[in-house]
């Protein structure tokens, strides 16, 4: 059974400053993607990452992927009482009948106070 | 391009009762995938499906819990003889190849 531990489960922070949320496996993932959930809608889909090592930005947030498939960082820059939600990793199981199969993280809500 | 659509959205049911939940992918889309997020905990993977076939279901309950994607028509996840522990709410994501998944808005089921 492939896990992703997830980490902080909580941040609350100021606006302005910066932070970054964690996911980390033993696992290796075909792909990893980042997902905002509001209360009561499904999780929208942020950004995926395919390549380890690889880096993509979405204005204040950057999103990497560990070289070896295992791990990987949202960094949030400058956060915004916007930004105010439960943002989740998840992972795409590599290969076999498992193909597409997504593991979440347990998710960290995060607070952004004005 | 309309999104991910379930219905109902809200779904109240007694304990021995069937529940139907319906999703319709994104246009274009040809596979479906449906989780289960329980109060509490994370998103959990249910079932895989491609039109007519089901590819992994490694995520089902066994018993009572059978899912299908006809050629013609929404996804359905079917629950039968629903029990209090079945409350959650289930979200159906569509992805027209591998690495996206886009996800519709969830049917929140509550088993009274």
């Known amino acids: 059974t492939q896990l992703l531990e997830q980490s902080p489960q909580f941040l609350s922070i100021q606006e302005g400053e910066n932070l970054t949320v964690y996911c980390n496996s033993s696992s290796v993932f075909s792909s990893l993607q980042w997902y905002r959930q509001e209360p009561g809608e499904g999780p929208v889909l942020l950004v995926t990452?395919?390549?380890?090592?690889e880096v993509k930005k979405l204005k204040r947030l950057t999103f990497q992927f560990g070289d070896a498939r295992k791990d990987s960082s949202l960094h949030i820059t400058a956060a915004q009482p916007g930004d105010t939600g439960l943002y989740l990793c998840?992972?795409?199981?590599?290969?076999?009948?498992?193909?597409?199969?997504?593991?979440f993280g347990q998710g960290t809500i995060l607070t952004v106070h004005p | 391009n309309a999104g991910v659509m379930q219905n109902p959205r809200h779904l109240v049911r007694r304990r021995g009762q069937e529940a139907r939940l319906r999703c319709s992918p994104m246009k274009g889309h040809s596979h479906v995938y449906w989780y289960r997020q329980l109060p509490e905990e994370g998103l959990k993977f249910m079932v895989y499906l491609q039109k007519e076939n089901i590819i992994d279901e490694s995520g089902m309950p066994k018993e009572r819990f059978s899912a299908e994607f006809p050629k013609e028509g929404p996804s359905i996840l079917r629950i039968q003889q629903v029990v209090r522990g079945d409350s959650a709410a289930y979200f159906c994501a569509s992805s027209p190849y591998q690495y996206e998944q886009y996800f519709g808005p969830g049917t929140r089921l509550t088993v009274t």
């Open positions: 990452v395919v390549t380890g090592g």
């Open positions: 998840a992972g795409e199981t590599a290969g076999g009948t498992s193909y597409g199969k997504l593991t």
